[in-house]
C-alpha cells in the first residue's frame, strides 16, 4: 500500500460519497470543522455532484448538462477533497482505503468521524444481452449520450431503405415504469418529436417509444387514479405502456414476457435500450465492518448514528440511498425511507446538525418528515404532482415540477443557470444539436496527424501490337526472301 500523500494533520471528518447528502454535510460542516482545529475530507470518484432529478431533462436537451452537476472546488473552499473511491472501511482503527480515481496506488486515511453517504447504484438482473446493448440514466454522462443517441438514431435512420433496419433504429425502448422511467420516456418523446420536425425524410409515426413494466402498475409515488391517467397520456402521444411485462432477453432481438406465466408477449429489434428499474445501494458498504440489513444498506437510528444489534457505533454517521433510516412518518417502503432527493437532502442537513452536536454532547434529533408529495415532468407544459394531497395534472403540475426543483437545486450558482436555461430554452425552442464522436475527441486530430498513404502505382498497360499495313507485310515478305537466299548462299 502506497505511502499517504500529503493530507492535513488535522482531526478528520471523513465523508464517503460527493453526492446530495455528501456535498451538503461538508457545507454545513466544513466551516465549524475548521475553526474548531479539524477538517472535513470528502472523497468521491467524481469532482462534483451530480442532481438526478434533472437527468432527463438533460437527457431531454432541456437543461444544459453541465448544469446539472454542482462542482466540489467551486463550493466546498475549506473541504480537503480527494477524487477517488473509499472501496474499504476499517472503523475499529478508524482508517479507509482509496483508491485515486487515476488508478494510483491505493492508500490509507485516518479518520475520526465517518459519514457514509455512498448513494446508491443501478439495480440491474442478469438478463442476457443487457450489459451489451442497455444503458442506464443514474450518471449525467448517460443523460448526454443518451441525448446523442436519440438523435443519432433518427438522423441515421432517416437514410435507411431497408424497412427491418430503418425500424430498429427508429425503435427506442425504457425498461422501468418508476418516475425515472416515465420522465425519461416522455422527454426522449418530446425530443424525437423536435427532431423529427427538422428532418423531411423521416415521419412521426415510423417513431416507436416501448415502456416496459414489471408491475400491474406504474409510479407508486402518486395515486392510483393519477397513475391510469398517466397511462393514458403516454398512450395518447403514441407510446405503447406494456404493464406485467419484464424485458427476458436482449441478445439480438429484445425478447420480453409476460407476467406471472412467462409467455412471449414480443419480440423486436431496437438499437436504444434505457434501464431504469431500480437502484440498490452502494455495494462498497460490504467492505466495512458496519451492519447491514438484508438489502444491503447501512443500518441507522432515526438521529442517523449508524447502530447495530450490539448497539450505537460511535463517530459513525449514515443517510441517503444507502442508509436504512426508519421513517417514523409511518410511510414508506417497510418502516424506512424511500431513496429519493426529497430525504437525502433534510436528512444531510440533520445529520451535519447532529454530528456538530455530538461534539458537545448536545441531544441529537430524530429524522421525522412530511412528505410533500410528488412531482414529474413529462416535457414541456405536461407533468402530474400530488402535492400535499392537492392533484394536479398537466401544464400546472409541470410548473409545479419545475418550481420544486428549480428550488431544491443545490447551490444559488446552479439555481440561476438552471432557470436562466429554462428561460431561453422556451424562448428560443429546444435545442436538437446532435454533439458526435463525444467517445472518440481525438479522432479528427488523430486522422488530421497521421501521414495519407501514396496512392497505388497503376498498373502497366499491356504491349500492343503495332498496325499491320501493306507496306509493313511487303517489307516483311522481302526480308524473309534474303534470309532464305543468304542460308542457301551459305550452305553452297
Same mark, same amino acid.
Given at each position: 500500500?502506497? =505511502?499517504?500523500?500529503?493530507?492535513?494533520?488535522?482531526?478528520?471528518?471523513?465523508?464517503?460519497?460527493?453526492?446530495?447528502?455528501?456535498?451538503?454535510?461538508?457545507?454545513?460542516?466544513?466551516?465549524?470543522?475548521?475553526?474548531?482545529? #479539524?477538517?472535513?475530507?470528502?472523497?468521491?470518484?467524481?469532482?462534483?455532484?451530480?442532481?438526478?432529478?434533472?437527468? @432527463?431533462?438533460?437527457?431531454?436537451?432541456?437543461?444544459?448538462?453541465?448544469?446539472?452537476?454542482?462542482?466540489?472546488?467551486?463550493?466546498?473552499?475549506?473541504?480537503?477533497?480527494?477524487?477517488?473511491?473509499?472501496?474499504?472501511?476499517?472503523?475499529?482503527?478508524?482508517?479507509?482505503?482509496?483508491?485515486?480515481?487515476? #488508478?494510483?496506488?491505493? !492508500?490509507?486515511?485516518?479518520?475520526?468521524?465517518?459519514?457514509?453517504?455512498?448513494?446508491?447504484?443501478?439495480?440491474?438482473?442478469?438478463?442476457?444481452?443487457?450489459?451489451?446493448?442497455?444503458?442506464?440514466?443514474? =450518471?449525467?454522462?448517460?443523460?448526454?449520450?443518451?441525448?446523442?443517441?436519440?438523435?443519432?438514431?433518427?438522423?441515421?435512420?432517416?437514410?435507411?431503405?431497408?424497412?427491418?433496419?430503418?425500424?430498429?433504429?427508429?425503435?427506442?425502448?425504457?425498461?422501468?415504469?418508476? !418516475?425515472?422511467?416515465?420522465?425519461?420516456?416522455?422527454?426522449?418523446?418530446?425530443?424525437?418529436?423536435?427532431?423529427?420536425?427538422?428532418?423531411?425524410?423521416?415521419?412521426?409515426?415510423?417513431?416507436?417509444?416501448?415502456?416496459?413494466?414489471?408491475?400491474?402498475?406504474?409510479?407508486?409515488?402518486? =395515486?392510483?387514479?393519477?397513475?391510469?391517467?398517466?397511462?393514458?397520456?403516454?398512450?395518447?402521444?403514441?407510446?405503447?405502456?406494456?404493464?406485467?411485462?419484464?424485458?427476458?432477453?436482449?441478445?439480438?432481438?429484445?425478447?420480453?414476457?409476460?407476467?406471472?406465466?412467462?409467455?412471449?408477449?414480443?419480440?423486436?429489434?431496437?438499437?436504444?435500450?434505457?434501464?431504469?428499474?431500480?437502484?440498490?445501494?452502494?455495494?462498497?458498504?460490504?467492505?466495512?465492518?458496519?451492519?447491514?440489513?438484508?438489502?444491503?444498506?447501512?443500518?441507522?437510528?432515526?438521529?442517523?448514528?449508524?447502530?447495530?444489534?450490539?448497539?450505537?457505533?460511535?463517530?459513525?454517521?449514515?443517510?441517503?440511498?444507502?442508509?436504512?433510516? @426508519?421513517?417514523?412518518?409511518?410511510?414508506?417502503?417497510?418502516?424506512?425511507?424511500?431513496?429519493?432527493?426529497?430525504?437525502?437532502?433534510?436528512?444531510?442537513?440533520?445529520?451535519?446538525?447532529?454530528?456538530?452536536?455530538?461534539?458537545?454532547?448536545?441531544?441529537?434529533?430524530?429524522?421525522?418528515?412530511?412528505?410533500?408529495?410528488?412531482?414529474?415532468?413529462?416535457?414541456?407544459?405536461?407533468?402530474?404532482?400530488?402535492?400535499?394531497?392537492?392533484?394536479?395534472?398537466?401544464?400546472?403540475?409541470?410548473?409545479?415540477?419545475?418550481?420544486?426543483?428549480?428550488?431544491?437545486? @443545490?447551490?444559488?450558482?446552479?439555481?440561476?443557470?438552471?432557470?436562466?436555461?429554462?428561460?431561453?430554452?422556451?424562448?428560443?425552442?429546444?435545442? =436538437?444539436?446532435?454533439?458526435?464522436?463525444?467517445?472518440?475527441?481525438?479522432?479528427?486530430?488523430?486522422?488530421?496527424?497521421?501521414?495519407?498513404?501514396?496512392?497505388?502505382?497503376? @498498373?502497366?498497360?499491356?504491349?500492343?501490337?503495332?498496325?499491320?499495313?501493306?507496306?509493313?507485310?511487303?517489307?516483311?515478305?522481302?526480308?524473309?526472301?534474303?534470309?532464305?537466299?543468304?542460308?542457301?548462299?551459305?550452305?553452297?
Amino acid at each position: 500500500m502506497a =505511502t499517504t500523500p500529503e493530507l492535513q494533520d488535522r482531526p478528520r471528518v471523513l465523508v464517503v460519497g460527493g453526492g446530495y447528502v455528501g456535498l451538503y454535510v461538508a457545507l454545513k460542516l466544513q466551516k465549524k470543522i475548521a475553526n474548531a482545529g #479539524g477538517i472535513v475530507t470528502l472523497v468521491d470518484p467524481l469532482p462534483y455532484m451530480t442532481y438526478q432529478p434533472f437527468l @432527463p431533462e438533460v437527457a431531454g436537451g432541456n437543461i444544459e448538462a453541465r448544469h446539472a452537476v454542482v462542482s466540489h472546488r467551486q463550493h466546498l473552499k475549506q473541504t480537503e477533497l480527494i477524487q477517488g473511491r473509499v472501496t474499504s472501511i476499517d472503523h475499529a482503527n478508524r482508517t479507509a482505503v482509496v483508491a485515486p480515481a487515476d #488508478g494510483g496506488e491505493i !492508500f490509507e486515511i485516518p479518520y475520526f468521524d465517518v459519514v457514509v453517504a455512498a448513494g446508491a447504484i443501478t439495480r440491474t438482473f442478469p438478463i442476457k444481452g443487457l450489459a451489451d446493448k442497455g444503458i442506464g440514466l443514474k =450518471t449525467i454522462e448517460e443523460a448526454v449520450a443518451l441525448r446523442n443517441k436519440v438523435l443519432e438514431r433518427i438522423e441515421a435512420g432517416s437514410l435507411m431503405t431497408v424497412p427491418a433496419e430503418r425500424a430498429r433504429a427508429l425503435t427506442f425502448v425504457v425498461v422501468g415504469g418508476g !418516475f425515472a422511467g416515465i420522465e425519461c420516456i416522455t422527454e426522449m418523446e418530446d425530443l424525437a418529436r423536435a427532431a423529427v420536425k427538422n428532418n423531411p425524410r423521416v415521419k412521426q409515426e415510423e417513431v416507436r417509444f416501448v415502456l416496459v413494466e414489471a408491475m400491474g402498475r406504474i409510479m407508486p409515488e402518486v =395515486t392510483e387514479k393519477q397513475a391510469e391517467w398517466v397511462v393514458e397520456h403516454l398512450r395518447g402521444r403514441g407510446v405503447e405502456v406494456l404493464l406485467n411485462t419484464s424485458l427476458d432477453n436482449a441478445e439480438g432481438s429484445l425478447k420480453l414476457i409476460n407476467l406471472p406465466d412467462k409467455s412471449l408477449a414480443q419480440d423486436f429489434e431496437a438499437d436504444t435500450l434505457v434501464w431504469t428499474a431500480g437502484v440498490q445501494a452502494n455495494p462498497m458498504v460490504r467492505s466495512t465492518d458496519f451492519p447491514l440489513d438484508e438489502r444491503g444498506r447501512v443500518r441507522a437510528l432515526p438521529d442517523l448514528r449508524i447502530a447495530g444489534d450490539e448497539g450505537i457505533v460511535e463517530n459513525a454517521w449514515v443517510a441517503g440511498d444507502v442508509a436504512a433510516v @426508519p421513517d417514523l412518518s409511518g410511510g414508506g417502503v417497510g418502516g424506512f425511507c424511500v431513496p429519493n432527493a426529497q430525504h437525502a437532502l433534510r436528512q444531510a442537513k440533520l445529520l451535519a446538525n447532529n454530528l456538530w452536536a455530538s461534539r458537545w454532547d448536545k441531544p441529537l434529533k430524530d429524522y421525522k418528515h412530511k412528505n410533500l408529495g410528488a412531482v414529474a415532468g413529462f416535457g414541456e407544459w405536461k407533468g402530474v404532482a400530488n402535492i400535499m394531497g392537492i392533484k394536479l395534472k398537466g401544464a400546472l403540475a409541470w410548473m409545479a415540477h419545475r418550481g420544486y426543483h428549480g428550488l431544491a437545486m @443545490p447551490t444559488v450558482e446552479r439555481k440561476v443557470r438552471v432557470i436562466f436555461g429554462w428561460i431561453l430554452s422556451l424562448i428560443m425552442g429546444r435545442d =436538437t444539436t446532435q454533439l458526435i464522436d463525444l467517445d472518440n475527441p481525438r479522432g479528427a486530430f488523430v486522422t488530421a496527424a497521421s501521414p495519407v498513404p501514396k496512392p497505388a502505382a497503376a @498498373p502497366a498497360a499491356p504491349a500492343t501490337a503495332a498496325p499491320v499495313t501493306a507496306k509493313a507485310v511487303e517489307t516483311d515478305s522481302a526480308a524473309k526472301i534474303e534470309s532464305k537466299e543468304a542460308v542457301s548462299a551459305d550452305a553452297k
